[in-house]
């Protein structure tokens, strides 16, 4: 059993072995089994087109592939010395640990690996080179083809010309700036070239320096309003240091007012207009397939360099717009960058147009919307106001006929009695009791007449503010007390219980004790009216540091919710079955003048009801002194007894 296990472990330990020399075999001696590329730019590590050309060349890259960087940094010197001291010094770095290919960036790189090509010593000798950006036109030799090939620059200065020639109808001066690179005095030569020949109407002038305060210099003496600016080099500060793009930018856009064009994409990112740019991502991912190729089939094929046309036009809209550029005069298949969703592509004038157009559009579509719910409201309006006048009009013809009932039932009343009382003294049948009854009716019903004529003219004294008031400071706890006893034996008469509660002895308030009579007056008078057989009346009379609260309570038929606020209004008088009186009729006006006298005194009259449990109308007056007027005559018992038989009298 042992020895089987045993036997088990060493089969499974032997695979395991093959397994893992299977693995290292596949991957190569040291187990990777990409391509060591060196990547040689001429500028240093800050060089932002050089950037864009290594994402685009990684972007396109298979994974296994290893990168490594060097940067020849040309700027700081050119020499011929310096050129063979790099060399060598990357010859002791990658001798013995073998470059695969070589991709070499802008011209100064590739000048460099092109003289040192058939060197044996050097470590990419008969290596496969790529190399892009390279300016000057390249012809190599049949030689060289087998080891080398590459993307050359197109330079497309003729169309940026173009633009900035119709963009600029005044424009005198072209200032191009340029650097010491070969990429500058390439397009230097391009536009020597091409600019005579187009016969454009302006100047054109070259600035050339490493160093950025050289530049700055020249540029703050051109005439700003007839020059353009074409921003091409990139610049070292005075301490060898690159410049960033955006202090570059920056600090011409403050020296100098003249467009500024440029050639680098991060020139226009950092606030240049804009121009046609050479993509280096595109430059770099082609050069990433073309090294693929170049490779696979090295010693085999050899590729002619080729002239890349990776010129975009890319423009800046926010900057564009600061400098009135016409996108209709840009071309076509412009990219912009700082561009929003609702930016216009089209000239200033057109734009304020557009957005003139839409603002008023616009406002005109909210002036419809606004008409529209203008007239709807008003309709409305016009609705409500026919509404409430028709219902005016109603509650007019209602009190008319309710008037003309009341004053008819009272002087029918009286004529017959009157007729009655001549026809029997006509027969002389003198019947004391009976002439005594007739005359009562009279009296009565002249009480009842006088009533309403007087509601009406307080209720039109009302309306207009016309209603004289005499306010003298009086005990009303008093004048309440004395007010509700003179009701008692009408209310008795109806077989209804009148209690007066109060803990107050005296309270001394300026009020016009007519007016505050009357007030309780009408509410003791509709407690009897509205009350049922047997019902109770509860006068109740409290305070509180600033007020007097008068509460009339019965427990009559009550007021449904839903009219209990209109009652106090002028003519509004509710169908309601009382059972006491006999002629349920009324005037509407009672509670409107009890409500118009409280006011006159600073109160608030409200109600609280439930029907056929009963009502409570609450009368809150403030409680004030006022100077006393000696000539005000005092309020008589007599009086009292006066407004009562005229209160009580359709009772
Ligand atoms: P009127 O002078 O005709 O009595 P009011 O203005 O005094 O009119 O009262 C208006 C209406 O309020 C009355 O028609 C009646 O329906 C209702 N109302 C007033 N007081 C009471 C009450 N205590 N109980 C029930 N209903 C009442």
């Not at 072995?17 to 990409?34: K, M, V």
Request: charged share 25%.
């Amino acid at each position: 059993m042992l020895r089987e296990k045993k036997y088990i472990l060493l089969v499974l330990g032997m695979f395991l072995i093959f397994l893992l020399l299977n693995c290292t075999s596949a991957y190569g001696e040291d187990g990777f089994e990409g391509k060591k590329i060196l990547v040689l730019s001429s500028y240093d590590v800050e060089n932002q087109w050089e950037v864009s050309v290594v994402e685009g060349f990684k972007s396109k890259l298979a994974s296994e592939n290893s990168i490594k960087f060097e940067y020849l940094d040309s700027k700081v010197s050119s020499s011929e010395s310096y050129g063979d001291s790099f060399l060598n010094l990357l010859n002791l770095k990658y001798k013995s640990d073998g470059i695969d290919c070589i991709l070499a960036i802008d011209d100064e790189a590739f000048n460099l690996i092109r003289l040192n090509l058939f060197n044996e010593d050097m470590f990419f000798y008969k290596k496969p080179i790529i190399f892009v950006g390279v300016n000057n036109y390249v012809s190599l030799s049949f030689e060289e083809s087998k080891y080398m090939t590459g993307l050359m620059e197109y330079q497309d200065n003729s169309l940026m010309m173009e633009i900035i020639e119709k963009e600029h109808k005044k424009l005198e001066d072209v200032y191009i700036l340029l650097d010491k690179s070969i990429y500058s005095q390439t397009i230097k030569k391009d536009i020597e070239t091409i600019l005579p020949m187009a016969e454009v109407p302006f100047n054109y002038h070259f600035i050339e320096s490493s160093y950025f305060s050289e530049v700055l210099d020249r540029v703050s003496d051109i005439n700003e309003k007839t020059s353009a600016l074409y921003l091409c080099g990139t610049y070292m500060a005075e301490d060898s240091i690159m410049m960033p793009s955006k202090d570059v930018v920056r600090l011409i856009r403050e020296t100098t007012k003249s467009p500024l064009y440029t050639k680098l994409d991060h020139y226009v990112e950092s606030g240049a207009i804009g121009g046609i740019i050479n993509d280096g991502r595109k430059l770099g991912a082609t050069a990433a397939i073309l090294l693929e190729r170049f490779t696979e089939e090295f010693g085999e094929i050899s590729i002619t360099p080729l002239y890349n046309t990776y010129n975009t036009s890319l423009f800046n809209y926010k900057v564009m717009t600061e400098y009135n550029i016409n996108p209709l005069k840009l071309p076509k298949n412009t990219t912009y960058i700082n561009k929003g969703p609702f930016d216009l592509l089209l000239p200033r004038y057109l734009i304020i147009l557009v957005w003139m157009t839409v603002a008023f559009i616009f406002i005109g579509v909210i002036f419809a919307i606004y008409s529209s719910y203008k007239s709807k409201k008003k309709a409305q309006y016009n609705r409500l106001l026919f509404i409430e006048s028709e219902e005016r009009n109603k509650i007019r013809t209602d009190f008319i006929i309710t008037l003309s009932h009341e004053l008819r039932t009272p002087l029918n009343i009286i004529i017959n009695s009157g007729q009655l009382l001549i026809d029997r003294t006509e027969r002389s049948e003198f019947n004391i009791s009976f002439f005594i009854e007739k005359l009562k009716f009279i009296i009565r019903n002249s009480d009842r007449l006088l009533k309403y004529i007087n509601n009406l003219i307080d209720a039109s004294k009302l309306e207009i503010g016309y209603m004289n008031v005499k306010f003298n400071n009086s005990n009303i706890v008093y004048l309440l007390e004395d007010t509700t006893l003179a009701i008692v034996d009408t209310a008795e008469k109806h077989n209804l219980e009148v209690i007066f509660n109060t803990e107050e002895e005296e309270i001394i308030t300026a009020i016009d004790e007519e007016k505050i009579c009357r007030v309780l007056l009408i509410l003791l008078s509709n407690a009897i009216k509205f009350s049922k057989e047997s019902g109770s009346i509860y006068v109740d009379i409290s305070r509180d540091e600033q007020n007097i609260v008068i509460k009339v309570m019965d427990n009559g038929i009550g007021i449904s919710e839903n009219i209990q606020q209109s009652i106090f209004e002028k003519f509004k008088r509710v169908q309601s079955v009382s059972s006491l009186t006999v002629d349920q009729e009324g005037s509407g006006l009672g509670l409107y003048i009890a409500k118009g006298f409280v006011q006159l005194h600073n109160g608030n009259i409200n109600v609280e009801s439930e029907v056929n449990k009963g009502s409570a109308f609450i009368v809150t007056l403030p409680i004030v002194i006022v100077e006393d007027n000696p000539n005000d005559s005092p309020f008589t018992e007599d009086e009292l007894k006066r407004l009562v038989k005229l209160e009580l009298s359709d009772i």
